[in-house]
């Protein structure tokens, strides 16, 4: 289902986020977080289970997975920063062993590039995972920026990371669309004055996305394209 009105052109820039939205990721970090687990004799998880915890950077789902969906990642606990590392390294050597991006999201990127919109990738995943993820997928050369949960102080759901992005771009937030998968991205958008499309095949927790009221919920990328024109 998806809301056109809601979105006022001209339309100038999109802002993607990356985990359950342009790349499905799932698969690699419930690898990761399996090796993680297993190591400390924690119970391993199964992949839907780790599509539900995804979302708030590696410190987030680590912490979830260790003690379950309401964790918050402990402060200064020593334990829990080598199990960060841990994860972190090991992740890093299989970052795209299984991920993909979603159906229909390069040819959308093309299209979007094509017309002549500024393309840019907002996530909580560290920079330079993403950077990487972006690279070993092929999808780097379609943005002019990434900005990861460690680029600035902030990270999504604040506003910072969004407005960042638009102030390089000097593109007004009005002019552009957050594109992403949870509540995380639609209130970072909120925040920043963005409109907010959400994509159906993300990783949601279980929320019901119309309930959010987004500016649009998409199925699939073919969406996208139209939603955005004028």
Known sequence: MVHPLRIVPPVRAILFDLDGTLV???????????????ARGYPLLDLGQVRHLVGHGA???????????????????????????AFLDYYRDHLTDQ?????GAVAALHTL??????LA???????????????????????????GGDTLPQRKP????????????HIPPHQ?????????????????????VLMRHGYSRGMDLEQLRPDGVLDHFAQLSPLCAG
Request: glycine residues 4%; contains cysteine; proline residues 8%.
């Open 24 to 38: 499905d990721s799932a698969p690699d970090l419930c690898q990761t977080m399996n090796h993680v687990l297993a």
């Open 59 to 85: 410190r987030a789902l680590l912490a979830r997975g260790f003690w379950g969906e309401t964790a918050e990642p402990p402060v200064a606990d020593p334990w829990f920063e080598e199990a960060v590392v």
């Open 99 to 103: 991920s993909v991006p979603y159906p």
């Open 113 to 118: 590039r094509d017309r002549g919109l500024a």
């Open 121 to 147: 990738v907002v996530t909580n995943k560290p920079e330079a995972l993403a950077q990487c993820m972006l690279e070993q997928l092929q999808l780097r050369s379609f943005f002019t920026h990434v900005v």
């Open 158 to 169: 604040a506003a910072e990371p969004l407005l960042y992005v638009l102030d390089q771009l």
């Open 176 to 196: 552009a669309v957050m594109v992403g998968d949870s509540e995380t991205d639609l209130l970072a958008a909120r925040a920043a004055g963005c409109p907010v």
